[in-house]
């Protein structure tokens, strides 16, 4: 029987997509394949510019007369790897629009919330990629200093996009309350039970009730380390329900990736209802950390460019 979504979906700013795929985008498994390529590529071209020249990609490129103003020179001054410090500089700068997105009204009609820190965060991984490959490994004095702050904000920034995630919100970026969560877990229950028919899922849902439960005096470091156990715990008790679906009720593959999902998503808000509070001190907590880290980082960067220039060797 085909029914229209519950209006607590509607209501609640569209936490579920027509065909229940919203958490794997198109877009972000793009964003992911690009920072993938870019390191194979990146990786390739260091190894082969530092011990094997006439193999590099650029070298090639050079033989079919392409940027040929960039010699085969593995120095972070040289060739093709001082514009690589330029782009990745570039992208860390900005991916500082997100904060004009978040704080700025008048930005607001320019995109969602959410994409704008998805590309934020590929900003954030990318341009320090690009700055890495930039050094050709080679670190010291203020350049090592700016590195490590570099990558230090780019660790704690994916580990605040983490802790945010925690934090149930809509498709428009606004957080849920307790009541909602539990509406759309009410929800969650009520799908089930359509994709389930005769199963009786009741009874197989309670193999994740031991990952729901964290203790209540939990500290904030132990709830992100419960954060990172439970996220493999449910995914392994989901593996465990699938195969008894498969099994034992001879499910087809798109009821049980449908069911699996529901699961997964009523697992994860169980947990993040549970720690909600928890989650709120722990991004406070980041926000504290992580600004002043950036600023650092930001700061090191500028003085390390105009040493650079000041210092750097001129040719008559």
Do not use: C
């Given at each position: 029987?085909?029914a229209?979504?519950p209006k ?9 997509m027509?065909?229940d795929q ?6 972000v498994?793009i964003l992911?394949?690009i920072?993938?390529?870019t390191?194979l590529?990146?990786s390739?071209e ?5 011990y094997?020249?006439d193999?590099s ?13 960039y010699?085969v020179i593995?120095?972070?001054s040289?060739?093709?790897w001082h ?5 990745g ?5 900005i991916?500082?629009?997100?904060s004009?997105r978040k ?6 009609s320019?995109g ?5 820190l998805?590309?934020h ?7 320090p990629?690009?700055?890495t490959?930039h050094t ?8 090592a ?6 990558i230090?904000t780019?660790?704690?920034g994916?580990?605040g996009?983490?802790i945010?995630?925690?934090i149930?919100r809509?498709i428009?970026?606004?957080e849920?309350?307790?009541q909602d969560?539990e509406r759309i ?5 009520s ?6 028919g ?6 197989l849902?309670?193999i994740?009730?031991s990952?729901?439960k964290p203790n ?6 132990k709830a992100l380390?419960?954060?990172?156990k439970?996220d493999?715990?449910?995914?392994f008790k989901?593996?465990?329900?699938n ?11 798109n009821?049980r990736?449908k069911?699996d999902?529901?699961l997964k ?11 909600l509070?928890?989650?709120?001190r722990?991004?406070h907590?980041w926000h504290?950390v992580h600004i002043p880290?950036a600023?650092v980082m930001?700061?090191?960067m ?15």
């Open positions: 029987m085909s229209e979504p607590v979906f509607t209501a609640l700013g569209g936490f579920f027509k065909r919203r958490e794997r985008p198109v877009f498994w992911i394949s920072i993938i390529i390191l590529l990146g390739y260091s190894y082969t510019q530092k094997v020249p193999y990609i650029l070298s090639l490129l050079h033989n079919y007369g392409y940027l040929k103003e010699p593995y120095e972070p040289k060739g093709i514009p690589m410090g330029w782009i500089s570039g992208m860390m700068i991916m500082m629009l997100y004009l704080r700025i009204s008048v930005f607001s320019l969602s919330l959410r994409r704008w998805t590309v965060m590929f900003l954030g991984i990318m341009g990629i690009f700055v490959f050709t490994f080679k670190f010291s004095g203020i350049i200093t700016s590195y490590w702050s570099m230090a780019m660790i704690f994916i580990l996009r983490y945010y995630v925690q149930p809509s428009a970026g606004a849920f309350k307790v969560i877990i009410q929800t969650i229950d799908r089930l039970g359509e994709y389930s005769s199963v009786n899922i009741t009874g849902s309670k994740l009730d990952v729901y209540n005096d939990i500290g904030l470091i380390f419960y954060m990172f439970t493999i715990a449910i995914s989901i593996y465990q329900v195969k008894i679906l498969k099994k034992e009720y001879s499910l087809p593959w009821v990736r069911i999902f529901l998503k009523k697992g994860a808000l169980i947990r993040r209802k549970n720690l509070n928890t989650s709120h722990l991004l907590y504290i880290l600023i930001f700061l090191i500028i003085l390390h460019i105009f040493v650079y220039y000041l210092f750097r060797p001129t040719h008559a």
